[in-house]
């Protein structure tokens, strides 16, 4: 079972920058794909970012061209870059890790954009 532990959101003006990390139990290097996903007040869940193991990378229109995914392999930890932020980008953004025949989910963290 693969432990996923989300921090870096918290309360941010529109157009300000953060960094979420989400920290996993166990290497990552063998994991198909990590993600982030984000999930506001009312609405579904929904993909932000992934990035798989072939360093194939896949963002959300919405997020496209603010917001970055890496992966560190050293530290087992993957990043969401989020820049330029908009009070639409205020959800709990969850990490996933999937490995194909299951997927683990982290805890959530809270990101709220507001002046």
């Known amino acids: 079972q693969v432990q996923l532990v989300e921090s870096g959101g918290g309360l941010v003006q529109p157009g300000g920058s953060l960094r979420l990390s989400c920290a996993a139990s166990?290497?990552?290097?063998?994991?198909?794909?990590m993600g982030w996903y984000r999930q506001a007040p009312g609405k579904q869940r929904e993909l932000v970012a992934t990035i798989t193991s072939s360093d194939s990378i896949n963002y959300a229109r919405a997020v496209k061209g603010r917001f970055t995914i890496s992966r560190d392999y050293a530290k087992n930890t993957v990043y969401l870059r989020m820049d330029n932020l908009k009070p639409e980008d205020t959800a709990v953004y969850y990490c996933?890790?999937?490995?194909?025949?299951?997927?683990?989910w982290g805890q959530g963290t809270q990101v709220t954009v507001s002046s």
């Open positions: 996933n890790a999937d490995l194909r025949i299951i997927t683990f």
């Open positions: 166990e290497s990552i290097f063998s994991i198909y794909a």
